[in-house]
């Protein structure tokens, strides 16, 4: 509130420059348009610097929602799990094992980091499992950051392209490549292996930076 009160001045100053310059154009008006586009640059700076800091500061008082998201079986519940060192999710070489939204909640660099292991992401048939598609979704779209889960190996396919797409521009997603314990990979993401706790700090730094 001290800081708005103070850009409002600025601003109200400005406003007074230029309007005792329509009454003196000759003597005011050129140095009253320049200190009113400074007087601009300035308020925007202060303002985006606040907004930074209140995005942060919402962050170390509420935490942070993370929505672990991506295609079924590559290793969303073994990340969870990893994060929280204790198998809290069932992990199985099935496809579809977990059905519902699962919540933990894990603390790094005194921040809450709230977890959301959410049903793979694929087309089915099960009604069931559909329903956890449709909340993985809502899940995504309701967090702060996203860890989108692929495997190393291999290229995003198509389906995990347009996913990431339709998660929109606004939001924080991190390519998590897991696996990288038995394949190799050369893209740009962050590398982990769940199962063997391989990348797994490097990760908390990047939701939290």
């Known amino acids: 509130a001290e800081k708005i009160g103070e850009l409002q001045n600025e601003l109200l100053d400005c406003i007074s420059q230029l309007e005792a310059s329509l009454d003196y154009p000759e003597e005011m008006e050129d140095e009253a348009k320049s200190n009113g586009y400074k007087t601009n640059l300035y308020i925007i700076e202060q303002l985006e610097k606040l907004e930074s800091t209140s995005k942060a500061g919402g962050y170390i008082r509420q935490g942070i929602n993370v929505a672990i998201i991506g295609q079924a079986n590559v290793g969303k519940s073994s990340l ?7 198998d809290r999710a069932i992990v199985t070489d099935i496809a579809g094992t977990t059905r519902d939204s699962l919540e933990e909640y894990v603390e790094f660099d005194g921040i809450m980091l709230k977890l959301i292991d959410t049903a ?3 087309e089915t048939s099960d009604i069931v499992e559909s329903i956890g598609v449709e ?3 809502k899940a995504a779209n309701g967090s702060d950051i996203v860890l989108f889960v692929t495997e190393a190996g291999r290229e995003l396919n198509d389906y995990e392209k347009n996913l990431i797409k339709n998660l929109g521009s606004d939001k924080k997603i991190l390519l998590v490549i897991n696996k990288c314990d038995i394949a190799e990979d050369k ?6 292996s769940a199962k063997d706790n391989i990348g797994i700090q490097e990760l908390k730094k990047q939701i939290v930076g």
């Open 187 to 192: 893209r740009d993401g962050i590398k982990v």
């Open 120 to 122: 793979g992401i694929r």
């Open 135 to 137: 909340r993985s979704i």
């Open 80 to 86: 969870l799990n990893a994060f929280v060192g204790s």
